[in-house]
């Protein structure tokens, strides 16, 4: 089952067309990871995904029904999008920025619920940012930053979030936080409580791999592949789309596809290589 699709897409930037006719079905419930080389259109999918982009051609459905034709509010208290460079407004507090994620569930009536409150406590907790909540957002760092940001599209509690690049600037350990994070906003425990359904952009192939229940390979504003990442990646995947040699085995952790850099080792190749001076002859020519 899929709420959100894309039927047709076609997104361009004045004449320049950048996604062609793109037909996509992002699966209820689970994570889908979209990857494929610098400017092959990735960010400018999520952004029509989110409606953020009006279509050239085509158009994105959610439950059936055109974006378009959706009224904003109802739309952001379903949709909720990490840009991949956000801008925060001058002198905002992390509070008040992961706070403006609640804006969509606001009325003229009532402006902050308990629900609110609840909301906001959670997502800063689940990225970690409860200790800075009283500094202002442009005083952070990079990393620290990002996570507020994750925390505001958290707090915004849609069933659909679209995720760019979430884990720029993040030191490991807190990139693989926020994957857990994702996987488990899609796959909570216990199981049967309500799972959402997660689009993101990720740059690094293996964690792809390894946090995707479907992975979307992008290659010039088209797919190329698209699957379980145990069916689709591969060497020749990744030759065609990213144009890298590549040797491809098991994650000694997840089993999932591990893509390493590199032509495979043959010897043949190694007989190419000038063999290192010996020292004796280093000695003589310094
Ligand atoms: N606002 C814009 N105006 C004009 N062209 C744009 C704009 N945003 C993106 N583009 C162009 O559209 C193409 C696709 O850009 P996009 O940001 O979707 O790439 P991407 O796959 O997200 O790349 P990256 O991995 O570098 O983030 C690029 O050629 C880019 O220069
Ligand atoms: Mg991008």
């Known amino acids: 089952m899929s709420r959100l699709t894309a039927r047709e897409l076609t997104l361009a930037y004045e004449d320049r067309t950048v996604v062609h006719e793109l ?3 992002v699966p209820d419930g689970q994570v889908t990871v979209i990857v494929g080389p610098n ?3 990735k960010s400018t999918t999520l952004r029509a995904l989110g409606r953020l982009l009006k279509p050239r051609g085509g158009a994105v459905l959610l439950d059936g029904q055109e974006l378009a034709k959706i009224p904003t509010k109802k739309i952001a208290q379903s949709i909720g999008l990490l840009p991949q460079s956000p801008v925060a407004p001058e002198a905002i507090t992390v509070a008040d920025l992961v706070s403006r994620g609640r ?4 009325h003229w009536w009532q402006q902050w619920s308990r629900e609110d409150e609840r909301a906001v406590t959670d997502a800063m907790e689940r990225t970690d940012v409860q200790s800075l909540a009283e500094r202002p957002v442009d ?3 990079g990393g620290q930053r990002q996570r507020v940001w994750i925390a505001m599209a958290l707090a915004q509690e849609t069933d659909l979030l679209l995720l760019d690049e979430p884990t720029t600037y993040l030191d490991i350990a807190h990139q693989v936080e926020v ?3 994702v996987r488990q906003l899609a796959h909570p425990t216990p199981i049967g409580s309500r799972g959402r359904t997660v689009v993101a952009v990720l740059h690094d192939l293996n964690q792809a791999a390894r946090y995707a229940d479907h992975l979307v390979a992008m290659k010039s504003g088209r797919i190329v592949a698209e699957g379980h990442p145990k069916d689709i990646v591969t060497a020749d995947l990744v030759r065609e789309v990213f144009g890298l040699d590549s040797v491809v085995v098991p994650d000694p952790v997840t089993g999932s596809p591990l893509v390493v850099p590199g032509a495979p080792y043959s010897p043949s190749r190694l007989a190419d290589v ?4 010996t020292t004796s002859e280093r000695l003589r020519h310094p």
């Not at 804006?103 to 606001?106: L, M, S």
């Not at 000038?274 to 001076?277: D, F």
């Open 23 to 25: 037909e996509l079905a």
């Open 39 to 41: 400017a092959c259109g």
């Open 103 to 106: 804006q969509p569930h606001q």
């Open 139 to 141: 005083e952070l760092s």
């Open 179 to 181: 994957l857990d994070l």
């Open 274 to 277: 000038p063999a290192p001076a």
